[in-house]
């Protein structure tokens, strides 16, 4: 499957998200890659909690592992 690129900044909540979803990847993959709860992720990225830093780090160096992952 073919990988379409498109401009996301991942270090905001709704980056991650629509990165998240380039990858065809679900919150609980990114969840348990990253170590956290599913529904705190949700919640984060919808911007109704905030993320630290280092918790944006972690979320997007998972999601970057899992999509390289996927077929």
Not at 12 to 23: F, I, N, S, V, Y
Not at 43 to 58: F, H, K, T
Request: glycine content about 8%; overall charge positive.
């Amino acid at each position: 499957m073919s990988k379409i690129l498109v401009k996301i900044d991942p270090s905001t909540p709704a980056g991650l998200r629509r990165l998240r979803k380039a990858w065809g990847l679900n919150l609980d993959q990114v969840a348990q890659g990253a170590g956290i709860d599913p529904t705190w992720l949700s919640r984060a990225e919808r911007g109704l909690i905030p993320m630290s830093a280092e918790q944006i780090v972690r979320i997007r160096q998972a999601i970057e592992k899992l999509g390289e992952m996927a077929p």
